[in-house]
């Protein structure tokens, strides 16, 4: 079983949708959870960080965190085709240092 | 932006050579992570500096090797290189910290082994 888990996707929604992305891990001891957005051919871009249970909230993007049900979530509102990306969770274990595992991605389309 | 920067951008070598790719962290970034990320899959972690020293190391043989310097900017050495080492080689800053180890990678360095 990998340690962190996304479905490949293409995830594709309508512009102006909301778009849910979701993740599994396998490690309880996972204490930090991070949502990175990457665009073809670049780097992974920083979108949102999630350390507590519950929802976070930053402009059109929530993180929602469930740690009895070892999932972490990601919603889009009002989704735009510049949204069009790879979205990819990662999680810091516990007593790992600072090493981030992450899954394989979603691949997010918005189509106009 | 995040500040943090790589060389080269991309690089073309053949099996069996060694490669040298650098880093310079975030200002105030004390600790540096390299990834490797083959085409379609998520970055896999090699290894962390911080304060010179190896903090840390993915499942990646020796001949994958690095060096942290004094102003904390990086470098990751391969050496004998197979074809499966073509990927994204991405570099990451961070603060060594609780709730403080959120990572921002740089542009990163495509390398392809011929």
């Known amino acids: ?112 | 932006e995040t500040g943090v920067t790589q060389s080269p951008t991309h690089l073309i070598k053949t099996r069996g050579q060694q490669v040298t790719l650098r880093c310079s962290s975030q200002s105030g970034h004390n600790t540096v992570s390299w990834y490797q990320q083959a085409l379609g899959q998520g970055p896999q972690f090699i290894f962390q500096y911080y304060r010179e020293e190896e903090n840390g190391r993915g499942n990646f043989p020796p001949r994958f090797s690095g060096l942290q310097f004094p102003n904390y900017s990086s470098e990751l050495n391969v050496n004998a290189l197979e074809l499966d080492d073509s990927a994204l080689y991405l570099c990451a800053s961070s603060l060594v910290g609780i709730h403080q180890e959120t990572q921002y990678f740089g542009p990163g360095t495509r390398l392809l082994v011929l």
Not at chain 1, 9 to 36: H, K, M
Not at chain 1, 51 to 77: C, P
């Open chain 1, 1 to 112: 079983q990998k340690e962190v888990e996304q479905n490949s996707g293409p995830l594709s929604v309508p512009e102006g949708a909301i778009a849910s992305l979701n993740c599994t891990y396998s490690d309880r001891g996972s204490q930090s959870f991070f949502w990175y957005r990457q665009y073809s051919g670049k780097s992974p871009e920083l979108i949102m960080f999630i350390y507590s249970n519950g929802d976070k909230e930053d402009g059109r993007f929530t993180a929602q965190l469930n740690k009895a049900s070892q999932y972490v979530s990601l919603l889009i509102r009002d989704s735009q085709p510049s949204d069009s990306a790879t979205y990819l969770c990662a999680v810091i274990v516990n007593n790992a240092g600072n090493m981030l595992t992450f899954g394989g991605g979603t691949r997010l389309m918005v189509k106009p």
